[in-house]
């Protein structure tokens, strides 16, 4: 059948459903929205991961390209060149890594993990395609891709609207993590920062609009990048509400637990993760012993896997199926300290029916109210006396987990949400071309 639009997307990775991340699950749905009215012919910096996966888009796609798939049968077009890293620049990721400054580097540290693969495995195929059928729009995702910057302006058709898919402000994440930390780590972390807005300034000056999570992401667009507000559309995290269905609990299960779920390899979910274990849970220890602690998420580091009680906390990785753990939680804590954007974490529970208990940080940029929809506390002792409340009188907090679900109905369904995206892009196209010809 014919699509009304052709689109070009460019991405890190193929989403898959259940996401990984909030990245990957944001990623997803938007792609099969756009998919829905357009043809996509879709570019992988790396191989599709579709074990243990319930839900694969390229059914959908024209054309799709990735490593494997370049190797096999189009290995001309691969710049192979890029591939070689020298050692001066594995030396210098390796220092930013462990937050030591680093001086005469352009932009911060994950544009350089992944500028590389990008200009290795992109770019040949993106040049190739643009040249080859021009698009009505070329989508790139996530926020750290510097395709755009590496491309050659005069590559980029006239009738191509380039649009950007954020989930995250770089320079405002880097921003809140610089305020932590020794000393030493603060100033690598603040020198970090200031390459990160460079990187958005300069990025986003290529693109004729932009995708954000919340209303306050675009005010920040707008007030640091001067980005037009026609230019960009909020698309909140949302939830499938029916993968997510609400499960009315009123009281505790036998053994009660203390559920996080996060990418464990996202600097501020490693954070919150050893704060519940090593500062909160031993506080709700005092007055519930048995409590257990469950975190799930990718990449756990070894300084959380050390830090686990043996016989209370379980470190359990990456799962396909989150569900079932958020079922057994009698709370799910979320002691964010930085970070930006909007939580899927946060979302997920309340739709499901469970208690949230988070920092300002975790319900940042979300419709929520504090003591109506969830729990919103900052010192340690006070999200541990709320995790205890919610252990020893849970039906206390039954309309709370309700009011919390009809919110996440009303603001957070992306069957709802996304029938904004395709009249806002007939609008985009009406618009001149933005700052990139300039």
């Not at 990623?27 to 579709?50: C, E, K, W």
């Not at 980005?227 to 995290?237: A, H």
Request: some cysteine; hydrophobic content about 40%; charged content about 25%.
């Amino acid at each position: 059948m014919a699509k009304k639009y052709s689109a070009i997307v460019c991405s890190f990775i193929l989403p898959f459903l259940p996401g990984y991340s909030g990245g990957e699950t944001r990623d997803f749905h938007i792609v099969r929205q756009i998919a829905s009215f357009a043809s996509v012919r879709f570019i992988s910096m790396t191989s599709a991961q579709p074990a243990g996966r319930l839900s694969d888009l390229r059914p959908l796609f024209a054309e799709y390209y990735d490593p494997a798939i370049l190797q096999a049968r189009f290995s001309g077009w691969i710049d192979r060149s890029a591939l070689r890293r020298s050692l001066v620049s594995r030396l210098i990721g390796l220092l930013r890594l462990k937050d030591i400054p680093v001086w005469g580097v352009d932009y911060h540290r994950d544009i350089a993990l992944m500028a590389w693969q990008t200009r290795a495995y992109v770019l040949p195929v993106l040049k190739e395609q643009l040249q080859r059928s021009p698009s009505d729009f070329l989508f790139v995702t996530p926020q750290l891709n510097p395709v755009l910057l590496e491309l050659d302006r005069s590559l980029l058709p006239s009738k191509t609207r380039t649009i950007l898919l954020m989930y995250d402000v770089e320079s405002v994440r880097i921003e809140r993590m610089a305020q932590t930390g020794t000393a030493l780590a603060r100033y690598a972390r603040r020198l970090e920062a200031r390459r990160a807005e460079r990187f958005e300034r300069e990025n986003l000056a290529l693109f004729d609009g932009v995708v954000v999570v919340s209303d306050l992401d675009r005010a920040i667009v707008n007030e640091r990048y001067s980005i037009e507000g026609d230019r960009v559309l909020v698309l909140e995290n949302s939830v499938d509400t029916e993968y997510f269905s609400f499960e009315s609990r009123e009281s505790s299960p036998e053994i009660p637990a203390i559920v996080f779920v996060g990418h464990l390899g996202y600097r501020p979910n490693h954070d919150a993760a050893l704060r519940l274990i090593r500062e909160i849970m031993p506080r709700i220890r005092r007055i519930v012993p048995e409590v257990k602690t469950w975190i799930i998420g990718e990449a756990p580091s070894r300084d959380l896997l050390a830090s686990a009680h043996p016989a209370l906390d379980r470190i359990i990785g990456r799962v396909d199926d989150v569900r079932p753990y958020l079922r057994q939680a009698s709370a799910v804590c979320v002691p964010l300290n930085a970070g930006s954007g909007t939580k899927y974490k946060v979302l997920e529970a309340l739709s499901l029916g469970r208690p949230v208990v988070g920092t300002p940080i975790a319900v940042e940029g979300l419709y929520l109210e504090p003591g109506v929809h969830l729990i919103v506390e900052e010192s340690d002792d006070a999200i541990a006396n709320a995790c205890i409340r919610i252990i020893q009188h849970p039906e206390a907090y039954d309309k709370m987990v309700r009011r919390g679900r009809q919110q996440v109905e009303r603001y957070y369904s992306w069957a709802h949400n996304l029938q904004r995206l395709e009249p806002w892009l007939d609008r985009l196209l009406k618009l001149p071309l933005w700052r990139r010809n300039a």
